[in-house]
């Protein structure tokens, strides 16, 4: 009897877990509808090819899939994820390694929703997140050139080291479920047409949230746009921290005028600060080819985004230094970076960077301030000519207890007040970042 009772309730469990499960492999399989679907182009007006390359620019798409001396857009960077390091595809016309047999529809879904032909599901290291709200008009240009103006290169694609079962795919269906969006951007009619445009490219083709936003425990983007407080509010990525790009006095934009800002995708470089990091690939190939109307209109969205007082604290006020050379990391400071930054810590505007101010030694967060220390920089490259400055490496000439000590010091002083470094936070990244390359990847599309 009990065996009988078991096997028929067995029974009518099993159909709605077919069911489910149904449903579950449908979900996760299924390719987004696009508005391409009928479309079949094979020939490109140079203008939108033209457009496209414009398009590409905003995107950045040379940070993720060009390497140094190789073939444009031919993939193979390396990325590091919690599960295992990726590498960025070939998106080349190539037909055997690259997106030659791609129609504008495939095209669509992978760079709008992460999803390749065949239903594979792209990992969301590729922003397609922000991708999603590129308008019809700039996927198609987009399509145009990678098919027209982007040499195909015979360069296989480097398999991910994510080991199984990790490495499965089809969770990234439900991923996409709760956390990407899927609708383009749609215009506030609230604000006036440069905010719009602002807000266009900073949400979609220039993914600043990627970045700058902090991540969730499933490493999905706090807040897609303004609607959400932790937008651009400044995150820790990769070894560097990406500063706020809101209103916030000390960590943000909350000094910067909308001038300053535009001066700084523009040329690199401001009275504030001088690009570094991860910006400098950014910069190097994508803000500063942007019209100067775009970069007004990034700006004014940008001073439109509110600060938050009780995260930033107090606004920073410049403080006389103390010159006494027996305080921990002093004489370090006067004989290693008084040269450049000055012992007031005021800089060299607008070449030499200032400290005092400086967002690296006010944030909570020392990564960016501990990396630069010992990587040095990356060369910055404006108007194809590149800076006589850098910042040089001192992984070999200091020790991490004198690294940590120098940037306490100057985390502390001419009214910084950003948190003591720990040596051991230095070890950890010296460990785990490589010193910055002296050939930044430039890349002359046409």
């Not at 599960?83 to 690259?98: C, K, S, V």
């Not at 015979?154 to 490495?167: E, M, V, Y």
């Not at 504030?272 to 991860?278: N, W």
């Not at 030694?361 to 990356?378: D, F, K, M």
Request: hydrophobic share 40%; net charge neutral.
């Amino acid at each position: 009897m009990n065996n009988r009772r078991f096997a028929r309730t067995a029974g009518w469990l099993a159909l709605p877990c077919l069911v489910v499960a149904g449903l579950l492999a449908w979900y996760v399989t299924r390719e987004p509808a696009s508005p391409f679907e009928q479309e079949h182009a094979t020939r490109f007006d140079p203008a939108l090819v033209s457009r496209g390359e414009y398009v590409a620019r905003l995107s950045d798409c040379v940070a993720c899939h060009s390497l140094a001396g190789k073939a444009p857009f031919a993939g193979g960077l390396e990325m590091a994820t919690p599960l295992g390091a990726i590498h960025a595809t070939n998106i080349t016309p190539d037909r055997d390694h690259g997106i030659g047999r791609y129609s504008l529809a495939d095209f669509d879904r992978a760079v709008r929703h992460g999803v390749a032909p065949g239903g594979r599901r792209l990992y969301p290291a590729m922003p397609y997140p922000s991708y999603v709200k590129l308008s019809d008009d700039d996927v198609k240009a987009l399509y145009a050139f990678f098919m027209r103006g982007v040499q195909p290169a015979n360069q296989a694609n480097i398999p991910s080291d994510i080991p199984w079962p990790l490495n499965m795919r089809w969770p990234i269906a439900l991923w996409n479920g709760v956390f990407a969006p899927t609708a383009p951007y749609a215009v506030n009619p609230g604000q006036d047409a440069l905010w719009n445009r602002g807000a266009y490219i900073v949400q979609g083709p220039g993914h600043c949230g990627s970045c700058h936003t902090p991540r969730g425990l499933a490493f999905n983007e706090k807040a897609l746009d303004q609607s959400g407080a932790p937008f651009l509010a400044g995150a820790l990525l990769d070894g560097w921290y990406a500063p706020s790009l809101r209103q916030d006095p000390n960590t943000g934009l909350g000094r910067w005028s909308e001038a300053q800002i535009v001066q700084f995708l523009k040329t690199g470089r401001n009275q504030h600060a001088v690009v570094y990091g991860s910006m400098t690939e950014a910069f190097n190939n994508s803000t500063q080819f942007m019209a100067d109307d775009d970069l007004a209109a990034i700006a004014r969205y940008l001073k439109s985004l509110p600060g938050d007082p009780q995260r930033d604290g107090a606004p920073w006020q410049y403080q006389v230094a103390d010159t006494r050379q027996d305080i921990p990391g002093a004489h370090t400071y006067a004989t290693r970076c008084a040269s450049c930054h000055g012992l007031d810590g005021k800089g060299q505007p607008e070449w030499m960077p200032p400290l005092a101010g400086a967002t690296s030694a006010l944030a909570r967060e020392s990564a960016s301030a501990v990396n630069i220390t010992l990587n040095g920089s990356q060369r910055v490259v404006a108007a194809g000519l590149p800076d006589a400055y850098r910042m040089p490496a001192f992984r070999e000439q200091l020790s991490d207890q004198e690294i940590a000590q120098v940037l306490t010091y100057v985390r502390s002083t001419w009214g910084n007040h950003g948190d003591a470094v720990d040596a051991q936070a230095v070890g950890k990244l010296r460990g785990h970042t490589d010193p910055a390359s002296s050939s930044p990847i430039i890349l002359h599309m046409r």
